[in-house]
């Protein structure tokens, strides 16, 4: 396998990286392959629009069902010639 050095990273990301990992029990070096791992495990690539985002976002809280208005007739132009 090959390794790799991560460097620059900023104190507050080290700092929640080393409390996410002793949360999980596991050292600051399994904690980041392992988010690495989740992250790049799913095939699927970024939604191509907005609202393909915001549905994948949304779709797993459930639906809301909407009521809607009965739709009217067009009503007429108004006359402004007098």
Known sequence: MASMTIRNLDDALKQRLRVRAAAHGRSMEDEARDILRAALSTGEGRPRNLAAAIRSRIAPLGGVELELPPRE??????????
């Open 73 to 82: 007739a067009i009503r007429e132009t108004p006359d402004f010639s007098a």
